[in-house]
């Protein structure tokens, strides 16, 4: 029992702090109806914290499971008291000048005490207030103790001023309501289809900014301004003359070792390119394949559109092939074949670039394009590099074995 009840803890913490990040990421999205002056920090001061024209607002965010109701002695409600109250007896916070809103995915009961600190005509502090302090007077609890002393410690002013500055929004969105919001305003910047894929990459940034901020006590918080840059960014990479290249991808790499029993890899030993280079290709090979796997799965590629670059790449590979070929003539000795060969080579590392699209143009994409192709011996270098595959790939005899 004790095994699954960490996991499920486990697994609500996680839900909340991805719940933390998405809200966080939402509210400044939401922020951009008036300007871009504002920032946001998530677990700084507070869960989530919006400062826009010199006022703060801050936010303890509850995702708890469907059915729950935020009582008078739900520990939700007394965590989060604890929180400001601590913050305001330091003097970090000045409920006057800081909006203080509690949101829940809880269910708030009518004549609790997050009813009557709810925005609306019920909203009664004098009420909420009457109810928190029988509720302490009767609270047996030790879950509770520290938090109802933290309460305790601040004056019957600032207690109400703190009340009056705090907002309960119960029923609030869940996860999965918040990752729709976010969809309808990718949608909005970059159409349906690559609404996912925008999102999918501007949470992971975001999500990184946070991770950044919450490391480094002395990191800025995210502005508006960043923010709205990163979009402007992001857009342009999913506009029709271009696709995007990923920060992930650009970073992997691997090594010789681990695909020397590729095509690509035996072709370029064939013709004697050294080892650094060789280590560049299969880099190239693996981003570029990862690149064009991840665009195809998110449906960010035109039908065909694969197919129609590499038949491009491989004419302007056929043109040099053909002119290698002819320089050398029918009786070449191997030292000229390889010279020639490198040649070529060269070229496509160094001059020759087609891009998949107009503005997609990372290196990696045409390079790694053409070692995909020459490991499916579709492109070649050596003038005899069929040949030579087939001894090097096939065992002596694989021929007659496999037609018995």
Known sequence: MSGSSSVFDASASAIGYLYQLRYALLAGLNEFGTDAS????????????????????????????????????????WKTLRIWSEAVREGSLDPTRTQLLLLTTSTVPAGSVAHFLQPGIDRDVDKAYELLEAAAEKSTSD?????????????????????ASISVLGDGPTIETVH??????????????????????????????????????????????????????????????????????????????????????????MIEIGNHR????????????????????????????????????????????????DKLGANAAEDAKVELAKR?????????????????????ICKGSFHILADGKRVGWHPDFEVRLLSILEPVGGAVNGSL
């Open 38 to 77: 504002w920032s946001v920090s998530v677990e700084v001061v507070d869960d989530v914290e919006i400062v826009a024209a010199g006022e703060s607002r801050r936010w303890q965010l509850k995702h708890r499971a469907s059915g729950t109701r935020m009582t008078d002695g739900t520990t939700d409600l």
């Open 344 to 364: 070529i080579y060269e070229w496509v590392e160094t001059e020759f670039r087609r891009n998949i699209r107009p503005d997609c143009h990372d290196p990696f």
């Open 278 to 325: 060789i280590e560049i290709a299969v880099r190239d090979y693996l981003r570029a394949s990862t690149q064009r796997a991840r665009w195809s799965r998110e449906n960010l590629l035109l039908p065909g559109e694969i197919g129609a670059y590499e038949r491009r790449l491989r004419e302007e590979w056929e043109t040099h092939f053909a002119v290698m070929k």
């Open 143 to 163: 879950a509770k103790k520290k938090s109802i002393e933290a309460y305790r410690n601040l004056t019957k002013g600032q207690r109400l001023a703190m009340l």
């Open 180 to 269: 729709k919001s976010l969809l309808k305003i990718c949608h909005l910047i970059v159409g349906r289809n690559a609404a996912e894929s925008l999102l999918n990459r501007l949470e992971g940034w975001f999500m990184q900014r946070c991770i950044e901020t919450m490391r480094v006590a002395t990191a800025s918080p995210i502005t508006g301004c960043e923010i709205d840059e990163k979009l402007s960014e992001l857009r342009e990479q999913f506009r029709s003359y271009n696709l995007p290249i990923d920060d992930d991808i650009v970073e992997m790499t691997a090594t010789r070792q681990e695909y020397s029993h590729r095509t690509f890899v035996q072709q370029l030993d």
